[in-house]
């Protein structure tokens, strides 16, 4: 955690300071960041940095906690403005909002996909950790919601299903930009109608596996 020294700073030099460390980081991982690199970047001195923070690795798990708070409060808003969505369509709008993902949260793309297919950290189980939490507990919200307005059946292990959809969606997600990870379906850098109705063909196999028979499914869409 950061000193009560760096707590003390200015807003402006904080921000500075944080905003060199997450560019480095995004650029050339965490491995070949140094201190060093930071602080010149910050345009402070190395020995005020270790003032800050013990090293590199609180410097970066502070980082990583910054990340999955600003993740954290757009998921939050999103699923305000789906309140009165249904479950699959919430689901869908998050598949299909790749792009303005992407363009909102690319450095944290960055410095995730380092850890996960570029670097080997003795903490990486803690990083990976931190964004996965995030993500199932809001699947779960979302199948909740579902299961009140009677979308999906209240039989569904909530742990089980919160899982399996995390996991395509997040491999719907890697395979949109990441080649290696299409795997020949026809998602890399797809223009936007290509993208929806792949999106569209994941969440009728949620509906098929999750949802209640059509006839079942409450017309009132007001429930929390």
Known sequence: MPSETFEKLDSKKKA?????????????????TSMDMIAEKAEIAKGALYRYFEGKKDLYLMLVDNLVNEIDQYV??????????DAFSTLR???????????RFAVHNNVLCNVLYQEHLDFKGEVLAKFGRLSTYYTRLV??????????????????????????MD??????????????????RQPQEIINRKAS????????????????????????
């Open 16 to 32: 500075r300071i944080l905003q060199s460390a997450l560019d480095c980081f995004s650029q050339h991982g965490y491995t070949k």
């Open 76 to 85: 939050q808003k999103f699923l305000e403005e789906h309140r009165n969505h």
């Open 93 to 103: 709008d998050h598949l299909v909002s790749i792009y303005t993902l992407e363009g």
């Open 143 to 168: 199948l909740q919601r579902g299961i009140a307005r009677g979308e999906i059946r209240e039989d569904i292990d909530l742990d089980a299903a919160a899982f399996m959809i995390d996991s395509v």
């Open 171 to 188: 491999r719907f997600h890697d395979g949109v930009l990441m080649e290696f990870m299409d795997h020949g379906f026809g998602l890399f």
């Open 201 to 224: 063909q994941m969440v009728k196999a949620f509906r098929q596996a999750f949802g209640k028979p059509e006839a079942a499914v409450s017309s009132v869409h007001n429930v929390a």
